[in-house]
């Protein structure tokens, strides 16, 4: 729904701060947290897939994101019956340097992109994909991975908060009046 008030203030805090962003960023649970207790449902399933399956989905929103998959990146895809659901792909090494959002330590990837297709939207898809793939992540020897996630995507957030990861920061990005360099601001929120 539209609202105008809130138009107004986006539309003043562009012409004051430039584009900016608003991000949290949110880190999965280690090897100390159990998620394996979280069950998939009936006829769901959690797996990796390349690039050929994702090309090859029926779904536009899925076969969409090829471009994220390649070299130290890793796909998995949430099946519904034989449909994929949702997808979601992490990217690590030198592949997440062309980002660079979040410091990354050797061994810790970073989740770049998650979709759910619209139909099978607020069925708990995006959680069972973040917690299978963080605990397969793990399996593969990666010791931690991140997330960042726009400041009011709640449907995002909750996913990730239901999945076990916590919030640990807090970024702020943004270009007064277009005169340089983005500003950065970083606000810690766990150790």
């Known amino acids: 729904m539209f609202n105008p008030a809130k138009e107004l203030a986006k539309n003043i805090a562009r012409i004051i701060f430039g ?16 998620t394996s207790q979280i069950e998939l449902k009936s006829g769901h399933s959690v797996q990796v897939v390349d690039l050929d399956t994702v090309k090859s989905s029926a779904d536009p ?6 471009n994220y998959l390649g070299s130290e990146a890793l796909a998995y895809a949430c099946y519904v019956e034989d449909r994929i659901a949702g997808l979601c792909i992490y ?4 592949r997440y340097q062309k980002r660079n959002f979040w ?6 990837a970073k989740l770049v992109q998650i979709v759910t ?30 997330a960042r996630i726009w400041h009011s995507n709640a449907p995002s957030l909750r996913a990730f908060q239901r ?18 360099k983005p500003i950065r601001i970083r606000h810690d929120l766990k150790s």
């Open 19 to 34: 584009e900016y962003s608003i991000y949290y960023i949110y880190a999965s649970p280690d090897n100390s947290h159990n």
């Open 103 to 108: 410091p990354l330590k050797e061994g810790e």
């Open 61 to 66: 929103l899925i076969r969409d994101q090829v």
């Open 91 to 94: 990217w690590f090494g030198e």
């Open 117 to 146: 297709v619209p139909q099978l939207r607020g069925g708990g898809i995006a959680m069972e994909l973040i917690t299978r793939s963080n605990m397969d992540m793990l399996k593969k020897g990666f010791s931690r991975m991140y």
């Open 163 to 180: 999945a076990g990861w916590t919030r640990r920061a807090l970024l702020i990005e943004m270009n007064p009046l277009r005169l340089g």
